[in-house]
Structure formats: C-alpha cells, structure tokens
C-alpha cells in the first residue's frame, strides 16, 4: 500500500524560497525543497507576484513530488482591484475602470 502525503499550502506566484518556513515543512517530510522551489516558481513565472495560490504537493514514499497549482477564484482577483477611475465618453456615457498601482504591488 503506498501511503503518499498530501500538503496543501499557499505559495505566491514565483515567490517559493528554500529558507523557513516552506523549507522546514519540505525538508523535514525529505523532499528537495530547492528543487520544488525550481519548479514551482518555473511553473508560476508568468503569472503575477501579488497571486497568492492554492498548491497541492503530493509526495511519494521515494521523496519524489508533484504538484498541482489551483488558480485564484475571481474574487480574489477582484478584491486585487484597488483604484477606481470613471470615464466620460463622448457620447456622455460614463466607463468604469478598474486597476492597480505598482506602487499597489
């Protein structure tokens, strides 16, 4: 019988770092925190930093991994939206725009 743990966690995107305290929980089961870390933020690196995602990490008996990566809901990312700005068309229609700041970041 294969008896594989399962770790839900969330990791920002491209943000898994090797050190405390991501490190700690993978190093103790024995996996190779660096090389999940790799991975991981491989995987990620298209996505925005400010994306805080749901990772599921199953790991075998040989201390080998894999991963899945569950997406932000919509209100997450709605909830990101911080600033506001209306438009005024030509046609005196008004155009609401959502957006975020760097400085937001």
């Known amino acids: 019988m294969r008896d594989d743990i399962i770790l839900t966690i969330y990791?920002?995107?491209?943000?898994?770092?090797?050190?405390?305290?991501?490190?700690?929980?993978?190093?103790?089961?024995g996996v190779q925190t660096a090389k999940f870390c790799k991975e991981f933020n491989?995987?990620?690196?298209?996505?925005?930093?400010?994306?805080?995602?749901?990772?599921?990490?199953?790991?075998?008996?040989?201390k080998s991994f894999s991963f899945t990566v569950k997406e932000p809901?919509?209100?997450y990312i709605i909830s990101l939206l911080k600033k506001?700005?209306?438009i005024k068309k030509k046609d005196g229609t008004e155009e609401t725009f959502f957006f975020i700041l760097l400085e937001d970041l």
Do not use: C, H, M
């Open 11 to 29: 990791i920002r995107a491209g943000q898994a770092e090797s050190g405390p305290p991501l490190g700690t929980v993978l190093g103790n089961i």
């Open 42 to 62: 491989d995987f990620t690196k298209e996505l925005p930093s400010y994306f805080l995602l749901k990772v599921r990490i199953i790991i075998s008996e040989n």
């Open 73 to 75: 809901s919509v209100g």
């Open 84 to 86: 506001e700005e209306k």
